[in-house]
């Protein structure tokens, strides 16, 4: 078989797939261009927009959701104008309770000097703006469109938050990269979770998917760095602080304090000698 053939025939096998799968994805670049937008709609950093421009600004926002949609979900039964209208709805919901993360970022994180310093150049807050976007689309039963979202914020930031995870407001995210919250998880409010955080499955099967694979962490609970808690059994109490590098697969009474209890020696020269 000469080259020609062999080029016919990938491409015979691409349009084949290509055709197939075009069908049930949205175009991931369009996808990120409409976040893009809205982000910027709603924290704008680079200029403010005219006061008469807002309306127009959003309503394009809306139709280029609504076509983003379209391009993927029109046969399958989905009422995407009533699915778009929910959403913008919403968004000031969204908003307000993005602006209560970002404050509590400000009071926590003695490095912030302002609530628009977290807002503009925080990972962490940028990941929990995608994610609380991704979420609602979700709730919507819009499939496809918020994984795109929270892999792409995924990729920008080192923080992984599943779309379908339920995390109440506010969240803290410091520093961020590593996180891994799985799609089962359940944060209550005033939860603070520092980098490299994971809050995981214990085993890793498709017939779990519809199970609770992913533990709970109730309100005013601080995770520091490095630590990891698996299972969908496993309750994080309210009022616990976690402390870095603990495995925890159990959960854990209200107001705990858990650490690891290995001991670190600093010896001086002579004593090393």
């Known amino acids: 078989m000469n080259q020609s053939t062999n080029t016919q025939s990938l491409i015979s096998l691409l349009k084949k797939t290509h055709n197939a799968e075009w069908e049930a994805t949205p175009s991931s670049r369009d996808a990120i261009r409409w976040l893009d937008d809205l982000v910027q709609f709603l924290f704008p950093s680079n200029h403010l927009p005219k006061?008469?421009?807002?309306?127009?600004?959003?309503?394009?926002?809306?139709?280029?959701?609504?076509?983003?949609?379209?391009?993927?979900?029109?046969?399958?039964?989905?009422?995407?104008?009533?699915v778009v209208a929910d959403f913008y709805n919403s968004l000031e919901g969204i908003y307000q309770n993005l602006r209560l993360d970002a404050s509590k970022i400000n009071e926590y994180d003695p490095a912030a000097t302002s609530v628009n310093e977290v807002i503009v150049s925080y990972p962490g807050f940028y990941a929990i703006t995608v994610y609380r976007l991704a979420n609602h689309l979700s709730r919507l039963g819009i499939p496809v469109l918020p994984r795109i979202l929270s892999e792409f914020a995924h990729g920008k930031t080192g923080v992984d938050i599943h779309p379908n995870a339920q995390i109440d407001v506010p969240f803290?995210?410091?520093?961020?990269?590593?996180?891994?919250?799985?799609?089962?998880?359940?944060?209550?409010?005033?939860?603070?979770?520092?980098q490299g955080v994971t809050l995981g499955a214990l085993q890793v099967a498709k017939d779990l998917a519809e199970i609770k694979r992913h533990p709970t962490v109730e309100d005013n609970v601080i995770i520091?760095?490095?630590?990891?808690?698996?299972?969908?059994?496993?309750?994080?109490?309210?009022?616990?602080?976690?402390?870095?590098?603990?495995?925890?697969?159990?959960?854990?009474?209200?107001n705990s304090q858990v650490f690891n209890t290995h001991q670190l020696r600093i010896l001086n020269r002579q004593e090393a000698s």
């Open 224 to 254: 520091y760095a490095r630590t990891t808690i698996l299972g969908g059994d496993t309750v994080i109490g309210k009022n616990s602080v976690i402390g870095g590098s603990v495995f925890l697969t159990k959960s854990v009474e209200p």
């Open 51 to 82: 006061s008469s421009a807002y309306e127009g600004i959003l309503k394009k926002n809306q139709i280029d959701l609504e076509n983003i949609l379209l391009s993927y979900l029109e046969p399958s039964g989905i009422d995407i104008t009533g």
């Open 172 to 194: 803290m995210i410091d520093h961020g990269t590593g996180i891994v919250i799985g799609a089962t998880t359940i944060i209550g409010k005033n939860v603070s979770i520092y």
